[in-house]
């Protein structure tokens, strides 16, 4: 996981890109390279901080914000109408042929998500924004809520349709429990599918990376790619 980021990343843009087939051109400050930032932390920590600097130098140039609920990852505490907060998608530049884009929290209040709760991934990143803030118990509140949208395959959330779940849910889902402390059944079997849904073809540009969505029987779905997002997140959760 930890090459298929590597190779991913153009230290001329300094960022790595969304996915080697769909968005090969394309690099995404948020949410993508701020985890890739922190999955590469520790074993490529200068990568890690040329992503950290390339990522505010952007920012900076664009005068664009954060996407804030990512925040929660790395420790930090955001406000609590975060995760019920919209985000915009902006463009920032282009670099011989490469857009850079972003994420970027959208604070009106006029167009919060009242369901924000029927969103596993939401809930997962609100436990952990409260576990930060020291408040256990609504932390395990939330938690047991995204929970009980795990059907044993996946998380059927408002974003489920049809038979596709998405695997970076089943990456904040073991994030979420460790950080907690909580036991969750089936750990190793959610572990094994994550696993079986990385790219082991070593004639792949994909190789490594780990597959976006998959099907009831585990099997990654038609047109899915891996990509930069599910792949840190993956690496996160099992690091």
């Not at 690099?27 to 390339?54: F, R, V």
């Not at 420790?75 to 907060?85: I, L, P, R, S």
């Amino acid at each position: 996981m930890e090459s298929f980021l590597l190779a991913g990343y153009d230290p001329n843009i300094g960022l790595v890109r969304e996915s080697p087939h769909d968005n090969p051109n394309l690099y995404w400050l948020y949410s993508d390279n701020y985890l890739a930032s922190l999955a590469l932390e520790k074993a490529q920590p200068n990568i890690a901080d040329n992503i950290t600097q390339s990522i505010a130098s952007y920012q900076a140039i664009c005068q664009i914000g954060d996407s804030a609920k990512w925040k929660v990852l790395s420790g930090q505490v955001v406000d609590e109408a975060v995760f019920a907060m919209n985000v915009n998608l902006s463009n920032c530049t282009k670099i011989d042929g490469n857009e850079v884009r972003s994420e970027v929290t959208n604070t009106n209040p006029a167009i919060y998500m009242n369901d924000w709760q029927d969103y596993a991934d939401l809930l997962l990143l609100a436990s952990i924004n409260e576990f930060n803030l020291g408040n256990s118990s609504e932390a395990q509140n939330l938690f047991a809520k995204a929970q009980d949208m795990f059907d044993g395959t996946g998380f059927q959330d408002k974003a489920y349709t049809n038979q596709d779940y998405s695997t970076y849910k089943l990456a904040l889902y073991l994030i979420a429990a460790e950080k907690l402390g909580i036991a969750i059944p089936a750990k190793t079997e959610i572990v094994d599918r994550i696993l079986s849904l990385q790219d082991n073809d070593l004639t792949s540009s994909g190789y490594g990376g780990v597959y976006t969505d998959y099907d009831s029987n585990g099997e990654k779905l038609l047109g899915s790619d891996t990509n930069t997002e599910t792949t840190s997140l993956v690496l996160l959760a099992l690091n």
